[in-house]
Every structure is written in C-alpha cells, then in structure tokens.
C-alpha cells in the first residue's frame, strides 16, 4: 500500500491531492453501482416469465 501511494504522489506531481481524490471518489461511487445493481438483480421476481 505505501508504494501505492508513493506511486499517486508521484504521478500527481505538483498538483496536490485533489485529482487523485476525484478519481478514487468517482471509481468508489461506480464501484458501488455495479455491486448494488449486481446484489439487487438477484431479488427480481422472475415468474412473470411464464
């Protein structure tokens, strides 16, 4: 994990942390969709498909 975030501290280069903060708030915000959509889709009722 810390050569993580060296590696972000690096690449950011002079421009403080808020790109980086956006890009992990934006992944978790999608990240959290997709495993929301992908634990409801099991509650569907699918007998209408009779």
């Known amino acids: 994990m810390p050569h993580t975030v060296a ?3 690096a690449a950011s280069e002079e421009q403080g942390p808020g790109n980086t903060l956006r890009i ?5 915000l999608v990240g959290a969709a997709l495993l929301a959509w992908f634990l409801l889709r099991g509650y569907r ?6």
């Open 45 to 50: 009722n699918d007998d209408n498909n009779d």
């Open 24 to 28: 992990v708030l934006l992944v978790s």
């Open 7 to 9: 590696l972000l501290a």
